[in-house]
């Protein structure tokens, strides 16, 4: 069976193909702004204008025709409504064109079945970070609980936020990360709350301390503290589901250090630890197919393709478990 997956949350447009065992496609056209962060209308537009050279171009990788898809999936939520909006527009067009079953994914979910798919865990923890989401979530009776998240922004748009106050190009975590090999420790907010975390107060800080310190203390500290916040609720999660896999997802997962950190604790506590490749840590299309195809299997019907930028992992039915 094949699915043709869009995905279209944000900077990302992707279009990825896949069968029932691997993925044959993975198209993406990424919006960079010109300045500050993303401008959604210009993202959309960016995702219509690309659209259809992303589709070609995913097909021709998978050496498919249009005709040979069974199972056509998209993005539904969470994220940008205006980016939402295009790649749903785009899926819906698709399966009235094929008569095929259209199947809406939710976005970071989606991040935890292509890690599983593509690191061959079966039942982790896992700690999604991006710039749009900070989660640490596994599986429990139907669903993918979360067990801590961020109380305000994500680890990855305070990263991106703090890069573009430093004057470091987009993108702007490898730069920090390089610089931070050559920093020194100086003081910031360490904010967790429970199982939760908030990520305002420590960018806030960090922004100030470009006024006094070197970019190289402050971009060591940031990710240090920010770092070993994330692995604290990771390391609670790990203990109170005595689960003994931990899956690193999302596009700060590329970020050494914070393998590293997470690496000593599940070494520590007797857990294997996973990280995904990264040709699927960030957003990208190959996840949306996959996640639609375990779904279209389990026998899940589409009831409502509106877009939902607000659908929190845990509201999903888990029905291929």
């Known amino acids: 069976m094949i699915c043709l997956g869009i995905e279209s949350t944000a900077h990302t447009f992707g279009v990825g193909i896949v069968d029932d065992s691997k993925v044959l496609a993975n198209a993406r056209a990424i919006y960079v702004p010109k300045s500050g962060g993303i401008h959604p209308r210009e993202a959309a537009e960016h995702h219509s204008d690309r659209s259809g050279e992303v589709l070609r171009a995913a097909l021709k990788e998978a050496g498919l025709a249009l ?8 993005s539904q939520g969470p994220g940008l409504p205006q980016c939402l909006k295009v790649g749903a527009s785009m899926a819906r067009a698709i399966s009235l ?48 609980r979360i067990f801590g998240e961020t109380l305000d922004i994500a ?13 470091i190009p987009h993108p702007g975590g490898p730069k920090i990360e390089e610089l931070a090999k050559s920093g020194r420790w100086t003081e910031l907010p360490y904010v967790v709350k429970g199982m939760d975390l908030s990520f305002s107060g420590i960018l806030t ?14 971009c060591f500290s940031l990710q240090e503290t920010c770092f070993a916040m994330l692995t604290e609720v990771t390391e609670r999660a790990v203990a109170h589901t005595g689960k003994s896999e931990v899956l690193l997802a999302g596009g700060v997962a590329a970020n050494r250090r914070l393998q590293e950190m997470l690496g000593i604790m599940c070494a520590e506590r007797g857990a294997k630890f996973y990280v995904v490749p990264k040709e699927y840590s960030g957003d990208n299309p190959a996840m949306i ?28 039915e888990v029905t291929w478990l």
């Open 97 to 144: 064109k094929l008569g095929k079953p259209l199947v809406g994914v939710n976005h970071c979910v989606a991040h935890v079945e292509i890690g599983k798919m593509a690191t061959r865990t079966k039942d982790p923890v896992m700690l999604y970070v991006s710039g749009g989401n900070t989660q640490v979530l596994a599986f429990a009776e139907g669903r993918y």
């Open 67 to 74: 005709h040979d898809v069974d199972v056509v999936a998209f």
């Open 205 to 218: 800080a960090a922004i100030e301390k470009l006024r006094t310190e070197r970019l190289e203390d402050v």
């Open 155 to 167: 680890v990855g748009n305070a990263i991106d936020q703090f890069a573009r106050e430093a004057g």
């Open 289 to 316: 197919a996959w996640n639609g195809l375990l779904m279209h299997k389990s026998g899940y019907v589409a009831k409502n393709t509106s877009v939902n930028r607000f659908w929190r992992t845990d509201d999903v």
